[in-house]
């Protein structure tokens, strides 16, 4: 069942198009990324799903209701995580759940339910106490998270969420999505991590307001570029400068980049020959399969 | 509806603790209190105790007893007596008083011949309140004199022209006789006060929700704008009527300030004038998106309302085009309903003008703020 399902989305800002024809739909239980660089239209993107903004056209439903018609309705199945850190930093952790837990009506016996469930996923059970600003980086995400997650929402909308987590941290929180994912909720989660997006079962990537790549991160892998890894023969890294290196290289390729010693390269499907001829001699060459990061790049430049 | 009720008690149970975590309870109660205080006790817009120096020349027993009516009141305090022309000169310039009396040599001479003699009063006028000040009372003093020596010299020909009409002003202030400015300041100052605990503080909580964007976390909530606004501005309603009484209380303990009215429509009419101030502070808090603009906002609402409300400086004395602007300050109207209540024991039917103003500017901003507030929240 499609849980959420955009059409045509546009908008504008003034004369300035932020969206540019969106359509996507998401399945029950689905974790849909949205990737791009900054300024790409991801945050527009899901404060439009949200209600915040007005789309300028096109169509969205959530779980079957019309936003345009029914957007109260749509606001008790929808949960919503901003980029920042909004909730209050007086009020204790539990204080903050159970507000939003009474601002959405859940009952007393839900939230007693629901809210140790959560606590204890998250492992915040044990600072039910602590005012919030004096949590650290990552457990104020988990907050966000229970405090949106309280009312049992089918789609939970989250603005970059593990901004700024550490890697731990970050890991967790995952698991918890993938968690609740696998319980049917829908995920939508913008995000520019690429090991992230590797973990969605759908992913799109917006480039100035636009889709230029939509699919499952295995799909999405599929292309007409290789990938190679160079690393340089002993004695000929001091003969040549990287300068002069990467100047001899460029026309070759599409995108070119470096890991540690080693330089990255992405080349069109038929390029490798060529490239192979032109190179050998001054690297050894390595054909590593593409990451997404590599999509994403061999898509930008076209 | 019972939803909607249960939402309104969550904001406000967050607000109040907010409120309370915030230490925010001493700065709501205490410090109006201590601002009640320093306007009570430094605000005082009489002037007493002037310093004066009488240079007396005459030496006779009638200049000894014009100078014993200057000693004698609070107005004046006598710093010194010289018989030297030249020390006035000094004295003024130094600033050692600020007001001179000088007789001259001839002035028993004078006045035993029954000729007109004059008496010359100096002041010093680089601060004009007292130095008018300082005229009035003087010539207060020297008129009185005159009176009585001229009442003895006819008390003695009494015999041969009959008695002598005599009339006389006998003077009544009511309300407040001891014309104390402690009386009227107190009442004005609880109209102050609650402008800064209802609209200041309020219009800045409202404006962190947003700079905190908290907001944009309860937008896509069910909650509707008018819960939002009611929870939030519900505890600084409550907090607004705890200060009155507070204030009118300890204005009766400390400065003995009557109070003649009745204290539930004081509450009541309060409760007008703090809706005012809340949709005002509401429509600060659409226009501003930090802390700082809000704050910056509000006093720009808050020093035309104090210096042109008769609280400090009397309407009467402006010029007439400023008279006109007073009456589109709220805390005019809400000024004059306190002073009303505690000096005159005005009833609700007395203050009516007031009242209908007042209740008139209550909705017209609460509708304004209500409307501004839907649109920036939802």
Known sequence: ?302 | MKTSKSRILKIFQKEILHIIRGRMVPLLVVAPILQMLVFGYVVTTEIKHISIMVVDRSLSSYSRLLISKFSNVEYFDLKSVSNDKNDIQTALTKGDVKCVLSIPEDFEEKIKKGEKTSLQFITDGSNSNVGSAAINYGSIIIYNFSKEIFSDKMRQFGNIIGHIPDITIEERIWFNPELRSTDTMIPGIIGLILIIVTMVVASLSLVKEKEYGNIEQLIVTPIKPYELLLGKILPYIIIGLIDVVFITVAGILMFHVPFRGNILLLLALSLLAIFVNLGVGTLISTISSTQQQAMISAMFFMLPNMLLSGFIFPIKNMPQIIQYITYIMPLRYYVSILRGIFLKGLTFMELLPEVTALFIYALVVSILALKKFKKTVG
């Not at chain 1, 003034?14 to 990737?35: M, R």
């Not at chain 1, 199945?77 to 204790?92: A, E, R, V």
């Not at chain 1, 990552?138 to 909308?157: F, R």
């Not at chain 1, 390729?253 to 080349?267: H, M, N």
């Open chain 1, 1 to 302: 069942m499609n849980t959420v399902s955009v059409k045509n989305l546009t908008k504008f800002y003034n004369k300035q198009k932020a969206l540019d024809d969106i359509s996507f739909d998401i399945n029950t239980g689905e974790i849909f990324g949205i990737v791009g660089p900054d300024g790409a239209g991801k945050t527009t993107l899901l404060r439009i799903l949200t209600g915040i903004l007005e789309k300028t056209s096109g169509k969205i439903s959530i779980m079957n209701f019309d936003i345009d018609k029914d957007c109260e309705k749509i606001k008790y199945h929808t949960g919503y995580m901003s980029q920042k850190f909004n909730l209050y930093p007086t009020l204790t952790v539990e204080e903050n759940i159970k507000f939003f837990a009474g601002i959405f009506g859940v009952s007393q016996q839900e939230y007693n339910d629901r809210g140790e469930y959560l606590l204890n996923l998250t492992g915040l059970a044990n600072f039910k106490t602590r005012q919030a600003k004096d949590l650290s980086g990552g457990m104020k995400q988990k907050l966000a998270l229970i405090s949106t997650l309280i009312h049992k929402p089918d789609v939970l909308i989250l603005d970059e969420p593990t901004l700024g987590v550490d890697p731990v941290s970050r890991r967790d929180f995952w698991q918890i999505l993938q968690e609740f994912s696998q319980k049917g909720t829908s995920i939508i989660v913008s995000t520019s991590y690429m090991d992230e997006a590797e973990l969605c079962n759908k992913i799109i990537l917006l480039f100035e307001g636009r889709i230029i790549i939509q699919g499952n991160p295995v799909e999405v892998k599929k292309i007409d570029s290789i990938v190679l890894e160079l690393s340089s023969i002993v004695g000929t890294q001091h003969a040549v400068s990287l300068e002069n290196i990467i100047e001899t290289i460029k026309p070759f390729v599409v995108d070119l980049s470096f890991k540690g010693e080693k330089i990255r390269v992405i080349l069109k499907k038929d390029g490798k020959e060529a490239f192979t001829k032109e190179f050998g001699k001054l690297f050894h060459i390595n054909e590593i399969s593409p990451s997404i990061e590599d999509v994403f790049m061999r898509a930008m430049q076209k």
